[in-house]
């Protein structure tokens, strides 16, 4: 994502100091932030995320690895998690999903609240055959579950997601 946005380096410092005294790796994916201007595909997105979380679990000097997925980043860190338990790789200890969403076609039909249900049945159905980018959480959040620890983080004031 955006990882020099203020709020989170807000909380890249609040996780720095003691007592939580954490070791903060933060990724701009493909498209995004500083990285270069290529778009990201969800699998590759979801690749770089394996690629630091990877990282971090083969460091001897680590302690335990927790994953902070934000927004967009949720649906990437669940991707990721999803595709390192059906591998059989080793997990994190834990995740935390920031403002998440269920689905990015989840997400996109709740915009259209005025709607009729039916309209929006139909919509959410058009939009899951043919968004590329799915970003599933619902879907691989049990396996996830089943192989670390998950928080989820959400305020009532979000009026995004």
């Not at 201007?37 to 630091?52: F, Q, R």
């Not at 902070?68 to 059989?88: D, F, N, P, Q, Y």
């Not at 689905?103 to 058009?126: D, M, R, T």
Request: proline share 5%; charged share 15%.
């Amino acid at each position: 994502g955006n990882i020099a946005v203020d709020h989170r380096v807000a909380l890249y410092q609040v996780l720095r100091k003691p007592p939580l005294s954490c070791t903060v790796l933060a990724l701009d994916y493909a498209g995004f932030g500083a990285s270069d201007s290529v778009w990201p595909t969800e699998s590759t997105a979801a690749a770089d995320a394996d690629a630091i979380v990877s990282s971090a679990l083969g460091d001897p000097e680590a302690g335990a690895v927790v994953v902070w997925g934000h927004s967009l980043g949720t649906g990437i860190g669940m991707s990721a998690l999803h595709e390192r338990v059906k591998e059989g790789k080793p997990m994190p200890a834990g995740v935390f999903l920031e403002a998440p969403f269920t689905s990015l076609a989840e997400e996109g039909v709740s915009f259209a609240w005025f709607l009729p249900a039916s309209l929006q049945s139909w919509l959410l159905q058009a939009a899951q055959a043919s968004l590329a980018y799915q970003m599933d959480s619902a879907s691989r959040i049990s396996a996830v579950a089943a192989a670390c620890h998950v928080a989820i983080l959400h305020g009532v004031g979000d009026l995004v997601v």
